[in-house]
């Protein structure tokens, strides 16, 4: 029986993804620094460690607004030496949005690479309102977003999706992109999380020059700004409101709906 290792092991999709395979009774582990299993990006030493005996891997880079082309040209190298066969990379959908092209420049190393490989591009997850940057603070999300709609995506939705591709390896060779069945405005979003959570929670637009000061004033990087910048600007131009069908194509049933999601995880326990 094949093993399979998540790099990224801890994150959104990441334990998602070993939680899926270890339930199917596959040998499934998480990768990185704070694991059992120790894989750390600036640490080449730990790879091959990470990476034995392993037949395919599920990749999360180490972040979005740099270009990790090259380390991830390595780590490819050093995993087809320790016998990996096929990498399923997390890649986002809109591509075009990134200012340095961080994201493509990855995914071209990833088909340019020894392995057979599989790239997935979600959409913006239903799990940051939640889990990361949409998360309310008292009650409000703020974002320099305006009227724009984008169809959140549900994190167990891309964990399944992985899970099948990196196993069943119908989808080597491909580009798969993943969103919700709906593209939702973030008053929207927060009318949901509203009814669900029974808080006031609303949605408050922001410019994007004070959106700016704020990550400025908490100290982000300047790169990381950029990026989010533009995957921002993608939502409120209405660019990234389309919709796409891998959830469907790869698991043969419409994707989750943001409300659906929001029963799931938002509602008080």
Do not use: C
């Not at 334990?15 to 620094?33: E, F, N, Q």
């Not at 091959?48 to 999360?60: E, I, K, Q, R, Y």
């Amino acid at each position: 029986m094949s093993s399979y290792v998540a790099l990224g092991g801890t994150g959104k999709v990441g334990r998602r993804l070993v939680r899926i395979l270890t339930a199917h009774g596959r040998d499934a582990r998480p990768a990185s620094r704070t694991t059992p299993t120790p894989f750390d990006w600036r640490d080449e030493t730990t790879w091959p460690v990470a990476l034995a005996g392993a037949g395919g891997m599920f990749v999360v880079g180490p972040g979005s607004a740099t270009d990790w082309s090259a380390t991830l040209t390595r780590l490819l190298d050093v995993a087809a030496e320790a016998g990996v066969g096929h990498a399923v990379l997390l890649s986002a959908r809109g591509v075009e949005f990134h200012p340095d092209g961080a994201v493509a420049t990855a995914e071209t190393a990833l088909r340019d690479g020894p392995l057979a490989w599989t790239i997935l591009r979600p959409t913006h997850f239903a799990q940051n309102f939640t889990e990361a940057m949409f998360t309310p603070v008292n009650d409000r999300i703020v974002a320099p977003v305006g009227d724009g709609a984008e169809p959140f995506v549900d994190v167990d939705d891309i964990a399944e999706v992985a899970a099948v591709v990196l196993t069943g390896r119908a989808h080597d060779g491909e580009v798969v992109a993943l969103s919700g069945p709906e593209a939702i405005t973030f008053t929207e979003a927060a009318a949901v999380l509203r009814q669900t959570t029974g808080r006031p929670v609303v949605f408050v637009p922001e410019s994007d020059g004070d959106h700016l000061a704020r990550l400025r004033a908490a100290g982000t990087p300047e790169g990381y700004i950029a990026w989010r910048m533009a995957m921002l600007r993608g939502i409120r131009s209405g660019a990234d409101a389309y919709l796409s069908d891998g959830v469907t194509q790869v698991l043969g049933r419409s994707a989750t709906r943001f409300r659906d999601w929001a029963a799931r995880e938002a509602s008080p326990r």
